[in-house]
């Protein structure tokens, strides 16, 4: 069975679904003195069911117990001190790439409220909100561990990872209201900029409203977003549109000029040549792939 040690540094853009991993770890088992400070290259969302684990990083020692919750933030290091056997916990990692190819509105924002966290911060649970957190990990392992992955609709997939990451967040916002005092100013802007994007993604599609709405120039808002995210303001706009794009031409209820509209284009023709730039179908190509 692979370690917590080893989880944090796989490559996730490695792995059958590019940029996430899901695992359920049983019995985990450490040696003592065998571990030594290793930097996480991935976040790391970690659920204890079961045991106690102790994490110490460069400022302190954690101390997980059955019922808590740990976001461990990537590039920064970390030692695992000990493990009270049998260690059970639920183990989830994505990339900012994987969320901005499946998220789009708010879930983009409670995503990145989570990748911008500098520091550890462990949240212990009611029962109710673990044994909540604990189904959807079970629904995410079991959706995304399926080897006849055909078989499983794309929708059900996003609609269970953003179900995640809406838990996540009414967590951190019920047991740690503070979490967001850790952010930078850069980072706090980033995001009130993707807050914004969800709320106003489909009509406004250029970086000036943005910089307008948030009163800063819009080469410093360019050059804040990316260094936070890794992608600049248009990449992150194209991404949302894309997104609700392919949302509405599964749904099958709209003609291609309506959902052009929906989405701020001009005409049908600026839309389909905005979709097929970004995805390499038309419109027309993508629905019938649905099918």
């Known amino acids: 069975?692979?370690?917590?040690?080893?989880?944090?540094?796989?490559?996730?853009?490695?792995?059958?679904?590019?940029?996430?991993?899901?695992?359920?770890?049983?019995?985990?088992?450490?040696?003592?003195?065998?571990?030594?400070?290793?930097?996480?290259?991935?976040?790391?969302?970690?659920?204890?069911?079961?045991?106690?684990?102790?994490?110490?990083?460069?400022?302190?020692?954690?101390?997980?117990?059955?019922?808590?919750?740990?976001?461990?933030?990537?590039?920064?290091a970390y030692r695992i001190v000990s493990i009270t056997h049998p260690l059970h916990l639920f183990y989830v990692s994505f990339t900012p790439d994987f969320v901005l190819r499946h998220c789009h509105k708010s879930e983009l924002v409670d995503a990145f409220y989570f990748f911008i966290g500098k520091n550890q911060q462990k949240v212990s649970l009611n029962t109710k909100s673990f044994l909540i957190l604990s189904l959807i990990c079970k629904l995410l392992y079991q959706l995304y561990s399926d080897n006849d992955s055909h078989l499983t609709p794309g929708s059900l997939k996003q609609i269970s990872f953003h179900l995640f990451l809406s838990e996540l967040r009414n967590i951190y916002g019920q047991f740690a209201a503070d979490y967001h005092l850790n952010f930078s100013r850069n980072e706090y802007l980033t995001v009130r900029f993707l807050s914004l994007v969800a709320l106003h993604f489909q009509q406004q599609h250029h970086i000036s409203f943005y910089s307008s709405a948030l009163y800063v120039t819009a080469g410093h808002l360019n050059k804040v977003v990316k260094a936070v995210t890794g992608k600049n303001v248009k990449k992150l706009l194209a991404y949302a549109l894309v997104t609700e794009a392919k949302t509405a031409l599964g749904d099958g209820d709209k003609t291609i000029v309506e959902i052009g509209e929906s989405l701020g284009f001009s005409s049908a023709s600026a839309f389909s040549v905005f979709f097929k730039k970004h995805t390499g179908l038309s419109p027309n190509q993508y629905r019938k792939q649905l099918c």
């Open 1 to 76: 069975m692979r370690m917590l040690r080893t989880l944090l540094h796989i490559d996730l853009d490695q792995l059958p679904v590019r940029g996430f991993d899901i695992q359920i770890l049983k019995d985990c088992r450490f040696k003592k003195g065998g571990e030594d400070w290793f930097v996480a290259i991935n976040t790391a969302v970690l659920v204890i069911k079961e045991g106690s684990v102790s994490i110490e990083n460069k400022d302190s020692i954690c101390e997980l117990y059955a019922k808590d919750l740990l976001v461990l933030s990537k590039f920064n």
